[in-house]
């Protein structure tokens, strides 16, 4: 039996935004500009 232990790890965690971990396969344009706008107003200063 496998566990997760077996399984390789990654060199750095997943970064970055992804509509599929919260929207699926239902995401829609006006999701993802919310999504884009409120990273520049409010993830922009820190790079």
Not at 4 to 15: G, Q, S
């Amino acid at each position: 039996m496998a566990t997760t232990e077996d399984l390789p790890k990654a060199w750095r965690p997943p970064m970055g935004w992804n509509s599929w971990d919260s929207y699926g396969t239902t995401v829609t344009d006006r999701e993802v500009l919310a999504n884009a706008r409120f990273m520049v107003d409010h993830l922009k200063d820190a790079g």
